[in-house]
């Protein structure tokens, strides 16, 4: 599935006699082709026994932008744990502006390059034609402070790129974009969520109630080189 969220392409491989050398030249002529700089792979435990060829062809395992080595796989199928955050206001994307306000908060709170505006513009019409994503701001008194992506998939809604501004946190603002993306898997008859957390959003998740289904190392092929 290519997703439409602009800074990377995830890829999760699937068959175990994977031939790695042309999988890993396939995806990278996507994701060129596509005009993003990052294809992040996913690796099970069962998948382990790639790693070394990955490694091989340039990947690496380690903390980049966006990115950690380790992400914790988990699942959540009921209803989050907690009361509503009252004073945060969730809201799916409904215009270039509001789109690009959610990007720079983004690409300031991973710590991302900056994508030049012509490409911005073209990564929304891309969202907005997408049956598989869907962008969400959180606001503070008219101010965004929070942005999240959710992934609409066949059985769940995966929750991506959960940013808060440094100055806003501790206020509910993750768990409100949290609430948020689990009544839209409740709208569209897909009530489960699932996450890829990282060491900050992982104890957070784990107070939503989230369970751990498995770690997942995070192998990142930087196409911008």
Not at 57 to 70: H, Q
Not at 154 to 182: E, K, M, S, T
Request: proline share 7%; net charge negative; hydrophobic share 45%.
């Amino acid at each position: 599935m290519i997703n439409p969220w602009p800074g990377a392409q995830i890829v999760e491989p699937l068959a175990p006699d994977l031939d790695v050398a042309a999988a890993v030249g396939t995806v990278r002529e996507i994701v060129r082709s596509r005009g993003k700089p990052i294809a992040g792979w996913w690796i099970a435990p069962e998948h382990d026994h790639l790693a070394p060829m990955l490694e091989e062809l340039g990947l690496v395992n380690e903390d980049t932008p966006g990115f950690e080595a380790v992400e914790n796989a988990m699942a959540l199928v009921s209803a989050p744990s907690g009361a509503a955050v009252n004073d945060v206001e969730v809201r799916l994307v409904q215009s270039f502006e509001e789109y690009e306000a959610a990007a720079k908060l983004a690409e300031e709170v991973f710590g991302l390059p900056p994508m030049p505006a012509e490409e911005r513009r073209q990564r929304y019409e891309e969202m907005r034609a997408s049956a598989t994503g869907r962008q969400l701001i959180a606001s503070v008194e008219g101010r965004i402070v929070g942005s999240a992506f959710a992934a609409l998939g066949a059985a769940a809604v995966n929750l991506f790129g959960g940013g808060v501004h440094p100055d806003a946190r501790g206020r509910g603002v993750y768990r409100a974009l949290a609430l948020a993306r689990w009544d839209l898997a409740v709208e569209r008859g897909t009530p489960a969520l699932t996450v890829q957390a990282g060491r900050m959003s992982l104890p957070i998740c784990e107070r939503l109630g989230f369970q751990l289904v498995e770690p997942v190392r995070l192998f990142v092929d930087r196409l911008d080189r």
